[in-house]
């Protein structure tokens, strides 16, 4: 009989992303670690050390990884993607907010692209499989009233996880076990990177999501759900109908008037279940 000598499959380490990265005129550098705190916070170090734009921090495991509003981010080594770009956009401050989901975008379409995973996006910026999370993202910013000093733009893709702690058990899912097999992480976590590339051209073109609202839309699962909008001054229940160019989910009201809403001042939930 045969014997298969199978080679690994994922290899991830600094030129194993860098070798995929060649033709990339966005990368500056890739920084790889086994363990850092959290490489948003390792990202940040970075840039007040005068690290370029176009600096990609990635690592093993995270001892803090972050999530949004304050949340955990779990981050055990072996099985997930955690990296963390730094960009010296020459915007104003309140054009940033739609890069994240430029990111979100991109993550959907790398695994789409690359895995012929249909990844939908859960606005602002969780991608999501199957109803579950499988990346989120969270970007930071450091900028004068009309300046960006930097941003960084957090990434973290479930890409080869088979168990996840009890809290997130029913709402998150991972490439691998969406697939049935292992994927390389170095392979997606590039793809990710290229398809933001693209798109971050395009949004520069305008400082906004213009040019990329269709592609955005036509993978945005929450549009006609009905959502809980959760601010800090208001409460409310509508329909979501879509985005406008600055990235703000337009929610409808039962009263027929159209709310624009950002994912900084609210939280919006499904009113049924995680999506
Ligand atoms: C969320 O709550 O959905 C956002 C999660 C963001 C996690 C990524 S992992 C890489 C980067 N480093 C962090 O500490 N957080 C982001």
Redesign the pocket.
């Given at each position: 009989g045969y014997r298969m000598i199978e080679a690994p499959v994922d290899v991830f380490n600094a030129s194993e992303i860098k070798s995929r990265l060649e033709a990339s005129s966005l990368i500056q550098k890739v920084l790889y670690t086994e363990e850092t705190d959290?490489?948003?916070?390792w990202a940040k170090r970075l840039a007040e050390e005068g690290s370029p734009s176009g600096t990609l921090a990635v690592?093993e495991r995270?001892t803090?990884?972050?999530?949004?509003?304050g949340?955990v981010?779990s981050?055990p080594e072996g099985t997930?993607v955690?990296?963390?770009l730094l960009l010296r956009p020459e915007i104003l401050p309140q054009y940033a907010a739609p890069l994240t989901l430029v990111m979100g975008l991109s993550v959907a379409q790398a695994l789409s692209e690359t895995l012929r995973l249909p990844a939908g996006i859960k606005w602002p910026?969780?991608v999501v499989v199957s109803g579950k999370?499988i990346c989120?993202?969270?970007t930071e910013m450091n900028a004068q009233i009309d300046y960006v000093e930097y941003l960084v733009i957090?990434?973290?893709i479930n890409v080869n996880t088979q168990e996840f702690p009890d809290e997130i058990r029913d709402v998150a899912t991972s490439a691998a076990v969406q697939l049935g097999h292992i994927v390389s992480r170095a392979e997606l976590a590039a793809a990710v990177i290229r398809c933001f590339e693209k798109n971050y051209k395009i949004y520069l073109e305008s400082c906004s999501l213009k040019g990329l609202m269709e592609d955005y839309r036509e993978k945005m699962i929450n549009v006609n759900r009905e959502v809980k909008v959760m601010g800090p001054g208001e409460v409310f229940e509508g329909v979501a109908k879509g985005i406008n160019p600055a990235g703000e989910l337009l929610v409808e009201r039962p009263n027929g008037s159209v709310t624009a809403v950002s994912g900084g001042e609210v939280s919006v939930r499904g009113i049924y279940g995680y999506v």
């Open positions: 959290s490489t948003n916070t690592a995270q803090q990884g972050k999530g949004r509003r949340k981010w981050s997930s955690y990296m963390t910026n969780d999370k989120g993202i969270l957090g990434t973290g």
